[in-house]
């Protein structure tokens, strides 16, 4: 496994408003990488830059160690999955399909054999005739997949391509574009804004906020370990405060002192103003006066699988976010209690990068 | 439902008094012969020398402005459709100001161009170059056709460009094919409404029109649609006149006809 996409400073502008200041990514042979952000984070437009349809301003784009920045779209060996999926409303299922293969003069005998490979990739055998306008959603975006690739791209760029469908059809595509990775053993290159997405499927997840990126790492380093309060803040659920280191591995929190796993060696001496991230679920209950801190239950909602809970701490400063297996009545005092290791300390903002988005939470 | 239709009265009414009964009124006409009793004579005299012959001009220039309409038009609503927002208004503008003008006007002012001491000739002879025959030439009815029908070939073909999805576009490209590929299996085959569209509306006016014709061909080239006017202003034989429009009516309804098959989308766009 080598590299086979780099990015390097890019810098790109529309107007007056700057919509990637600066992005670095490296994306390594057959990885499964999401770009995951809110709208207008920059993501589409980084997408766009490696498919060749928008030019940057500043920066380059490397491929498998050549720069293709400026080789047009039609040249570069990647196929985009566009976020309407863009079939062509003129031709069937089959044509959309060959449209690739036509353009190379590729002998009909095997433009038919791939077009029947690719359809039963999908799931969707004997559909070539079949006009785009009797396609569900979900059928269409498969029909999709398949026109790319029979392509044989060596990375497929997906545009939130699971946008349009409903839930249950969403969570059966993640699947499938799963297996489908898997069987055609390429890199595919994902965007959503949707986190839960982007942790079921990658390998990779690369967090943008404001033409930056924010983090990169595996699913679970992006969920347990977020460098900064946006990253934790939009991966999930949190409880994000204000903390000072006070001693090693020891943040004080609105008067509370916390035993944590961190201190200098991870970069927060004593004494240093941090960011503190504690996951609703990692808050255990005790009995009143038995954890490390109290409150009072003020609201309670079950959600399926569990409850979630707001609880007031006793000088009221603080309303923490609780999620819990066991049921708990309003106006309950509880004690709670978080380990150590699930006690998250982050630097507090300093670069323009990190405080631009300070004020979007 | 019942109360709703009666909304339409004042179209209903419009159609009765403008269309239905002159078409009655002309079918009436052209089956009757001078003396009062039923003739085929009005209807077949189309097939006379003189008029297969000028049915033939005036289909030869309506098919050569239609072509030229065609060839101006497309580039320049793919032109209007990449432009900004705001210029895209002015273009559309630029386009339809000529219209705000008099038809008659508009053709009159090149009759001042073309004409032996007109502004053309004028400026040929100030280089030294021979003096050009350019009014009541073919050239010059086929110039006037474009000039006053290139709108209505734009406008149609630029609503139905300006509506196909750029990401389609972008396929295209992504999917590896050339610009040239784009254009002719991608953009043609969905801009195909508003060409469609676009040819009935320039094909059809230029095809019967008498005006351009008159003014610009010198009444020394006659096409159809000065024949059936003289028919009705100088030879006061309405019969006639009404006869040669009933077969000319066959032939637009046939040609609308031809153009629905090469429109996918049912002819929604005809006229």
């Known amino acids: ?361 | 439902m019942i109360a709703k239709k009666r909304y339409a009265a004042p179209f209903i009414f419009w159609i009765i008094a403008g269309t239905v009964i002159p078409l009655i009124s002309i079918a009436y006409y052209g089956f009757t012969s001078r003396s009062g009793g039923f003739t085929l004579a009005n209807v077949a005299a189309m097939f006379r020398h003189d008029h297969m012959q000028a049915l033939g001009l005036s289909l030869l220039l309506a098919f050569i402005s239609t072509l030229i309409c065609l060839i101006i038009a497309f580039p320049m609503a793919m032109v209007l459709r990449e432009s900004k927002y705001g210029k895209q208004g002015f273009l559309i503008f630029v386009i339809i100001l000529p219209m705000w003008m008099n038809f008659l006007l508009r053709t009159m002012a090149w009759q001042v161009l073309l004409e032996r001491q007109g502004v053309i000739n004028g400026l040929l002879g100030l280089f030294g170059l021979p003096h050009q025959e350019l009014m009541n030439t073919p050239g010059a009815i086929i110039l006037g056709m474009v000039y006053d029908f290139l709108p209505f070939m734009i406008l149609p073909i630029y609503n139905t460009v300006s509506k196909i999805d750029s990401h389609l576009i972008e396929a295209s490209y992504d999917l590896g094919a050339t610009k040239f590929r784009t254009y002719t299996k991608v953009i043609l085959p969905l801009s195909v409404p508003g060409i469609v569209s676009g040819i009935t509306m320039v094909f059809i006016p230029a095809l019967t029109t008498f005006v351009i014709s008159n003014m610009l061909g010198g009444g020394k080239i006659n096409l159809i649609g000065n024949i059936i006017e003289q028919e009705f202003t100088v030879n006061s034989n309405w019969y006639l006149g009404s006869g040669l429009s009933l077969v000319m009516m066959v032939f637009i309804i046939l040609s609308m006809l031809l153009l629905r098959k090469f429109d996918k989308t049912g002819g929604e766009n005809l006229i």
């Open chain 1, 1 to 361: 496994m080598g590299e086979l996409i780099r990015l390097e400073g890019i810098v790109k502008s529309f107007d007056d408003t700057v919509v990637l200041k600066g992005i670095d990514l490296s994306v390594e042979e057959n990885e499964f990488v999401t770009l995951l952000g809110p709208s207008g984070c920059g993501k589409t437009t980084t997408l766009r830059i490696i498919g060749g349809f928008v030019r940057p301003d500043e920066g380059r784009v490397f491929f498998d160690g050549k720069d293709i920045t400026d080789m047009p779209a039609n040249q570069r060996p990647v196929n985009t999955v566009f976020q309407n999926y863009a079939l062509f409303p003129h031709m069937n299922v089959g044509e959309n399909i060959a449209f690739s293969m036509r353009v190379k003069n590729k002998p009909e005998a095997y433009i038919k054999d791939k077009i029947k490979y690719a359809l039963k990739l999908v799931n969707l055998d004997g559909f070539e005739s079949r006009r785009i306008d009797q396609l569900s959603g979900g059928q269409q975006q498969r029909i999709a997949m398949a026109r790319a690739i029979v392509n044989e791209p060596r990375v497929l760029l997906l545009d939130e391509p699971l946008g349009a469908l409903d839930l249950k059809l969403r969570q059966e595509m993640q699947y499938e574009l799963v297996r489908l990775k898997k069987e055609l053993g390429i890199t595919f290159l994902y965007i959503t804004h949707d986190q839960e997405e982007a942790l079921t499927m990658s390998d990779k997840v690369v967090v943008m906020n404001e033409g930056y990126i924010q983090q990169e790492g595996s699913p679970e380093e992006i969920y347990d370990e977020p460098v900064n309060a946006f990253v934790a803040d939009f991966i999930g659920d949190s409880n994000i405060l204000s903390g000072l280191m006070v001693d090693e591995k020891l943040v004080r929190i609105n008067d509370i002192d916390y035993p944590c796993i961190d201190g200098s060696e991870q970069g927060f001496p004593p004494r240093t103003p941090v960011d503190v991230v504690i996951r609703p679920e990692d808050i255990e209950i005790k009995p009143y006066g038995k954890g490390l801190f109290n409150g009072t239950i003020i609201s309670k909602l079950f959600i399926g699988v569990h409850y979630e809970m707001l609880v007031q701490s006793e000088d009221g400063e603080i309303e923490w976010l609780l999620q819990n297996y066991d049921q708990h009545d309003v106006g309950e005092k509880i004690g709670m209690y978080v380990r150590p290791e699930n006690i998250q300390i982050m630097q507090k903002p300093k670069s323009e990068a990190e405080s631009a988005i300070e004020l979007d939470i």
